[in-house]
């Protein structure tokens, strides 16, 4: 009865400690890193999730509207190419794809060129607002 016990807590702690590193993953800039996104118009072999490397990340905020945008930087050097990932939220809300301010139609991925990511204009709110519809 004590090993059955025994093997119970086991696989509890077991679940618990799968469960937990599952569905929380590394966070920055307020909310969980995504995953970047392969593109259905990409157009080289290179462009796979493999060869995309987590860069880092920033909060655009504007004086005039509460949302923030939350932009993830992630660089695949085998093609010398930056991808955004950005995520949206207003105060006391969670990160989401979609913008209050542009709804469905805001981007959620977006390629930059390296002089944009050099200079540091893809951490201004004003750069993404330009560029939230299609």
């Given at each position: 009865m004590k090993?059955?016990?025994?093997?119970?807590?086991?696989?509890?702690?077991?679940?618990?400690?799968?469960?937990?590193s599952i569905g929380c993953g590394e966070e920055a800039c307020d909310c969980t890193i995504p995953s970047i996104t392969i593109p259905s118009y990409a157009d080289s072999f290179d462009d796979v999730e493999d060869n995309w490397e987590y860069v880092e990340c920033e909060i655009a905020q504007s004086d005039a509207v509460a949302e923030k945008i939350h932009v993830y930087v992630f660089h695949n050097s085998k093609i010398s190419k930056y991808r955004c990932e950005l995520r949206y939220s207003w105060p006391g809300?969670?990160?989401?794809?979609?913008?209050k301010n542009g709804g469905m139609n805001a981007i959620s991925t977006a390629d930059i060129s390296e002089s944009d990511y050099n200079s540091g204009d893809w951490k201004d709110y004003s750069y993404w607002s330009m560029r939230m519809y299609y």
């Open positions: 090993n059955l016990s025994l093997q119970l807590l086991s696989v509890l702690v077991f679940l618990f400690y799968v469960f937990f809300e969670d990160c989401r794809m979609s913008s």
